[in-house]
């Protein structure tokens, strides 16, 4: 965890964070937990294709599996064995399915389009298992369609949305970033690097104010006036 306070029941947590909070706990520190989940994502399979990070180690798969159904088969098998250490195996236990001597948790995920190292997508999975809700005004990623094709805004499903004035008190909730990245690839490739956003969202001043009133006040208030957007 990035930090912590005992006393608060909180956490601020990187992309492994749906591990951190839905572990089972001695029932001596049995707290009700919120958290905060910074640019988490999950499954790995689906992930390590859209990650820059990944672009070395996949010029030698790929050499192995030069078949593309192969090569993305091969990732999802081997994301079978690599599962109960991933997110993907927890996903539904962070908020509505803890585990035994497990507390529920309420939380607020944080991410940024064009994020090159953990791809949108991944929290899109996370959140659609762990009940959360969108706001109203949330940002939108557009994808440029492969060989010079049309660029298309994504249409969001599986996520419930309220209006942008609502004070989420009961549920978790989901806020992306604009940071003023390029649309991503609608491939399984990594978006530009060059403009890669992934210490967006933690860097900035709405992001962490929306935070500080979760973990004081169990609130989750929209901060922005429109789409969220933040300086990379």
């Given at each position: 965890?990035?930090?912590?306070?005992?006393?608060?029941?909180?956490?601020?947590?990187?992309?492994?964070?749906?591990?951190?909070?839905?572990?089972?706990?001695?029932?001596?520190?049995?707290?009700?937990?919120?958290?905060?989940?910074?640019?988490?994502?999950?499954?790995?399979?689906?992930?390590?294709?859209?990650?820059?990070?990944?672009?070395?180690?996949?010029?030698?798969?790929?050499?192995?599996?030069?078949?593309?159904?192969?090569?993305?088969?091969?990732?999802?098998?081997?994301?079978?064995?690599?599962?109960?250490?991933?997110p993907n195996a927890y996903m539904s236990s962070i908020t509505s399915n803890p585990l035994p001597n497990t507390p529920t948790h309420r939380v607020?995920?944080?991410?940024?389009?064009?994020?090159?190292?953990?791809?949108?997508?991944?929290?899109?999975?996370?959140?659609?298992?762990?009940?959360?809700?969108?706001?109203?005004?949330?940002?939108?990623?557009?994808?440029?369609?492969?060989?010079?094709?049309?660029?298309?805004?994504?249409?969001?499903?599986?996520?419930?949305?309220?209006?942008?004035?609502?004070?989420?008190?009961?549920?978790?909730?989901?806020?992306?970033?604009?940071?003023?990245?390029?649309?991503?690839?609608?491939?399984?490739?990594?978006?530009n690097g060059k403009y890669d956003t992934h210490e967006g969202p933690r860097r900035t001043a709405v992001a962490m104010k929306q935070m500080h009133?979760?973990?004081?006040?169990?609130?989750?208030?929209?901060?922005?006036?429109?789409?969220?957007?933040?300086?990379?």
């Amino acid at each position: 965890a990035n930090s912590a306070n005992r006393k608060l029941g909180t956490f601020l947590t990187p992309s492994f964070s749906p591990i951190y909070l839905s572990l089972p706990l001695h029932p001596q520190y049995n707290y009700t937990y919120v958290g905060a989940i910074g640019v988490g994502g999950g499954p790995f399979g689906l992930l390590l294709p859209r990650s820059k990070d990944f672009e070395e180690l996949s010029v030698l798969l790929r050499l192995l599996y030069p078949d593309p159904v192969h090569y993305i088969s091969f990732l999802a098998f081997a994301n079978m064995i690599w599962s109960r250490l991933e997110p993907n195996a927890y996903m539904s236990s962070i908020t509505s399915n803890p585990l035994p001597n497990t507390p529920t948790h309420r939380v607020i995920y944080h991410y940024a389009l064009g994020d090159a190292q953990v791809n949108i997508l991944g929290l899109y999975s996370i959140t659609r298992s762990s009940d959360v809700l969108l706001f109203e005004n949330h940002v939108l990623q557009n994808f440029s369609l492969p060989n010079g094709g049309a660029v298309v805004t994504e249409e969001l499903f599986g996520l419930p949305v309220v209006p942008s004035d609502t004070v989420v008190t009961q549920e978790s909730a989901a806020v992306g970033f604009d940071c003023g990245a390029p649309p991503e690839p609608s491939t399984n490739v990594p978006p530009n690097g060059k403009y890669d956003t992934h210490e967006g969202p933690r860097r900035t001043a709405v992001a962490m104010k929306q935070m500080h009133t979760f973990f004081e006040t169990g609130e989750i208030r929209n901060l922005c006036e429109g789409p969220c957007t933040c300086t990379v």
